[in-house]
């Protein structure tokens, strides 16, 4: 009697789908005796996955990670999704054949999925030709020497270079990235929805320098942590200007690495077929890549910070989409389409609408607001702008092109946020075009992000809860 009363147990928990590393939730408080030292165990290792302590307020923002998850899922990535598969936003240009300015070997990647498809003159959106052409910069250069020269004649030649740096210097205060593909003559048209983020198969020693260049040359460092990579905990010695540049760009790598877990190759037999999902293959979900980045259990700590510093970086682009929202709002978004145009005006300020209703932004006041302020500000200036050099060196011509966009969106995040509030009166000429697509490309991969960790958090309920029938869903081994 006692082993049919087992028995018939057992069966009750292989149909219920139950298994001691099942989902983040306990037990109820009224199981069975008999099984509390199981529910004990089931508790303990539930806590140590990344998700069951992805919870509570996100560090140096006064917001709740659930908070964000339920305004992103429900109200910004379904915008977001429609906004940017307009023509204004789908279309980027960007040179991708730059040299790599800080070491010779690229490590180029060869494969097919590495490669960018550029647009031919016939596929670019007729407002879009024309715009950002190349102007002539010798001329422009004589122009303003003459200028100069007429009006400091009786300078010294060593004051005018001194004003020139400084010029330079203020300019470069404002604009957080270097890169200026818009008025560069080997830039190209890309056409973002025909060539998406997902894994490509750049992995290695090439890759893993570039991470590395960008932590351990451009992040500040704890001095007490043994690695750049280390996450950095509030503490006396740490200001808030470099938790949060390493928040901003660990939040960057994170994302990243949920985009191409959720983009993965699982089967490039299939490409062609009329199973595949793509021409080139079926792409989907890999657990058991998105564990290998965060949640190994030697390591699930770190990752729950690494997502943590997604949220803390959404937030930060949140803030800087909704300062420049009067910018926005009366931005000409122009492709020569009257119709479109006019669906993403009001998309647009939709969007606007319902960001503005969120209820915990980002306090950038609280950052470069002290006697160090200015020190900081620009050490933190060109530390980033050193970063968006480095995107030049990533031998993966996709992976550069989503390098470029994130790092470029952050960059212009970043100069909204930190620019004097007169800047806006610039008009159009405070944020160009390239730099606004970078903006809410950026911003939408954060977004996307978000929104795939809710789909990763239930594959792998769904994964655990069929542990003990040995069925496994796809892509999660």
């Not at 300015?101 to 690229?106: C, S, V």
């Not at 570039?210 to 996450?231: D, R």
């Not at 000409?332 to 647009?348: I, S």
Request: proline share 4%; hydrophobic share 35%.
């Amino acid at each position: 009697m006692f082993l049919l009363k087992r028995f018939i147990i057992g069966v009750v928990f292989v149909v219920v789908g139950w298994s001691p590393r099942n989902s983040c939730c306990a037990w109820d408080s009224k199981s069975p005796n008999f099984f509390q030292d199981l529910k004990a165990e089931a508790d303990r290792k539930a806590e140590d996955t990344c998700f069951c302590q992805l919870e509570g307020a996100i560090d140096d923002c006064a917001c709740q990670i659930g908070t964000v998850d339920k305004f992103n899922n429900l109200k910004i990535y379904p915008r977001l999704q429609s906004l940017l598969s307009k023509d204004y936003f789908r279309y980027f240009q960007v040179n991708l054949k730059k040299p790599c300015p800080f070491w010779t070997d690229d490590g180029a990647c060869g494969l097919e999925s590495c490669q960018v498809k550029a647009c031919t003159e016939d596929e670019i959106p007729i407002g879009l030709k024309g715009q950002n052409r190349k102007i002539s910069t010798t001329k422009t250069e004589r122009k303003c020497s003459e200028d100069l020269g007429s009006i400091n004649e009786t300078i010294s030649e060593e004051s005018q270079a001194d004003f020139e740096r400084w010029k330079s210097h203020d300019e470069n205060l404002v604009d957080f990235c270097t890169v200026k593909d818009d008025i560069d003559p080997d830039a190209q048209y890309v056409d973002l929805l025909l060539n998406p983020e997902r894994f490509t198969g750049y992995v290695g020693p090439s890759a893993h320098r570039i991470w590395g260049s960008i932590y351990n040359e451009n992040c500040f460092k704890q001095s007490f942590a043994t690695s750049v990579m280390e996450p950095f905990n509030k503490s006396n010695e740490t200001c808030i200007e470099k938790r949060a540049f390493y928040r901003a760009i660990s939040g960057l790598h994170a994302s990243i690495n949920i985009h191409l877990s959720a983009k993965y190759l699982l089967d490039r037999s299939q490409a062609n077929s009329f199973l595949s999902t793509t021409s080139d293959g079926k792409w989907g979900h890999n657990v058991t890549e998105f564990r290998n980045k965060f949640d190994k259990p030697e390591a699930h700590k770190k990752g729950f910070s690494w997502l943590k510093n997604l949220y803390f970086l959404y937030l930060l682009e949140l803030k800087a989409v909704i300062r420049a929202a009067p910018f926005l709002r009366n931005f000409n978004f122009y492709t020569g389409n009257e119709e479109e145009d006019a669906d993403m005006k009001l998309a647009v300020a939709d969007l606007l609408r319902t960001i503005d209703g969120f209820p915990s932004h980002f306090n950038e006041s609280a950052l470069f607001n002290n006697k160090d302020g200015p020190k900081l500000k620009a050490d933190f200036h060109a530390r980033f702008t050193n970063i968006t050099k480095i995107m030049d060196c990533v031998g993966c011509q996709k992976c550069r092109l989503w390098g470029t966009i994130q790092v470029k969106g952050l960059g212009t995040a970043l100069k909204i946020l930190f620019s004097d509030p007169s800047a806006f009166r610039r008009g159009p000429e405070f944020l160009s075009r390239p730099e606004i697509v970078a903006l809410l490309n950026g911003f939408g991969r954060l977004s996307n992000s978000i929104f795939e960790l809710e789909n990763f958090r239930r594959l792998m309920d769904l994964e655990n809860s069929n542990t003990n029938t040995g069925w496994m869903p796809v892509g999660s081994g």
